[in-house]
């Protein structure tokens, strides 16, 4: 075998193994890889936004709670880059794990989700879902990170 096919031979291996561990890894379920403390130290108001609405896991009927008693994802749904309803209100207790699901069936942008610094993709058909220890004590901002548009807030009280 001539060294030209060994090489060709070892970069398909490698682009095999890379796509295999890409599709085969868990994305929905993680841990904030960043610093937890919070990154603005009053919490977040607009003045812009509609009056909240809060949502508990009895209200999301969709989808049932997970195994192991984990409480159902809270969802918010966006049409049009902007939340129905109105931005959300997502209240957890400190030490509980946040689930938050937003959806959409005409938009694409990335959620974030301040103070914990987290972020995911949102497509039409491709939900961003974060879940995760909710540690730091505060109102956070969920917002589409493209056109800075709040969909929600998180509240973790003591």
Not at 52 to 62: G, I, Q, W
Not at 91 to 116: F, M, N, P, Q, W
Request: charged share 25%.
């Amino acid at each position: 075998m001539s060294n030209g096919a060994r090489i060709g031979l070892l970069a398909a291996t490698v682009v095999v193994l890379v796509l295999a561990f890409v599709l085969l890894s868990p994305g929905d379920d993680d841990e904030p890889t960043t610093a937890t403390t919070p990154t603005t130290s009053a919490p977040v108001t607009t003045s812009e936004t509609p009056a909240p609405t809060t949502t508990s896991a009895t209200d999301t009927a969709e989808a049932p709670p997970a195994a192991d008693h984990e409480p159902a994802f809270e969802k918010v749904h966006v049409r049009g880059g902007k939340p129905l309803g109105g931005v959300q209100t997502i209240s957890v207790k400190k030490g509980e794990r946040a689930r938050i699901e937003v959806t959409s069936t005409d938009t694409s942008d990335e959620v974030h989700l301040h103070g914990y610094d987290v972020t995911r993709d949102v497509k039409p058909g491709k939900n961003a879902r974060f879940s995760f220890k909710a540690d730091a004590e505060g109102i956070f901002e969920l917002e589409l990170h493209g056109t800075g548009t709040q969909v929600a807030k998180l509240e973790v009280t003591p």
